[in-house]
C-alpha cells in the first residue's frame, strides 16, 4: 500500500508564508476531506505532492522516494486540479489516450461508462466542452487512472447538482471497488460530509486538524438552552462558536465535556456536523471566544 509523508513542507509566494512546516502521512485505503477556507493554501499543497510545484523547504516522499524529477513515484499519485493541462484542439477521447501513456493501466471501459453515464461527447474538442464538462471530463480521467493516490481539487467546481451527486457515486462505487487515498479538497463540505473518513483542516497555513472524522464529531457539541444556563454550563469549555434565537443559545464546543458538571433539565447537549464543525473552527469567531 503506498504512503505519502510530507516533512515539514513550507511555502512562500513572495512574502506571504502560504504553509508553515507541514507534517502528513496520507497513508491506507481512506477518503481524506482537505478542508480550509478559500486561499488556506489547500491546491498549493496537492500541487507540491503532485511535484506541480516546489516547496520553500521540507520533503514530500512517496513509498520512501523523494518526489522531486521522479516519474516512477509520480506515477503512484493522479491529481486532478482547475488547470488545464490539455491542449484546444484535442478530443477527449485522445486525451484518454495520451493519460494511459503517463499511467498505463488506465480503465478505458470504465471512463466509456462514465462518459455514457454523464453524456459526455467523446469526439468533442477540449477547447468545445463547458466549464462543467472540463470538470466531468477530469473527473473521469481521475477515477479511471491506475494510482494508487488520487488528489482531488475541487471536483465538483462547475458540476451541476445532477452531476455532483453521480460524481459522489462512482467516487464510491471506483473506492469500494479498489480502496486507495483519495483526498478531496472542497467547500461543499455537506454534500462529502458522508464520503470523507478522515479530515484534513488547513488554517493559516497550518494543519489544524488530522484526525478522523469519527472522533472529531464524538468530541463536538451543542449545548442548547437559555442564555444565561447555556453560558454557565460551557464557562472554561472549549467553545468554538455560538448561534442566539431569541434568548436561546446554542454554544458549539469541541473537546471534553466536564463529566462533574450538572446539565441543568432547560440546556441540552447534541452532536453537530461536520460543516458546523468546520465554520465554527475557522470563522475566525473560536479566537475571540477563546479570548
Ligand atoms: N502562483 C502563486 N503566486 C502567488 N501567490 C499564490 C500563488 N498560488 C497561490 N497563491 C496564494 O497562496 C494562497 C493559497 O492559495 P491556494 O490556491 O493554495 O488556496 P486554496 O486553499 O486552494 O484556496 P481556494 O479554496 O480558494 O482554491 C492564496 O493566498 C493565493 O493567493
Redesign the pocket.
Known sequence: MTEVNLTQISKK??K?T?LKQIDLTLAGQTIYGLL?R???????LLNIIENRIPATSGSVQIDGEDNVNNDLALGKVYLMSEQNLYSNSAKVDQIFRETALFYPGFDFELAHQLTNKFELNENLRFGKLSTGYRAVMKDIIALAVDAEVILLD?PTLGLDAAHRELFYQELMEAYAKRPRIFVI?T?LIEEIAGLIEHVLL?KDGKMMLNDTTENLLAQSYAITGPEKQVQEYTAGLNVIGHDSLGKLRSDYVFGELDDQRILPDTVSVEGIDLQKLFINLTNGQWEKERA
Open positions: 509566494f513572495g506571504s502560504v480550509g478559500n486561499g488556506a493554501g489547500k491546491s498549493t475541487e479538497s467547500h488547513l
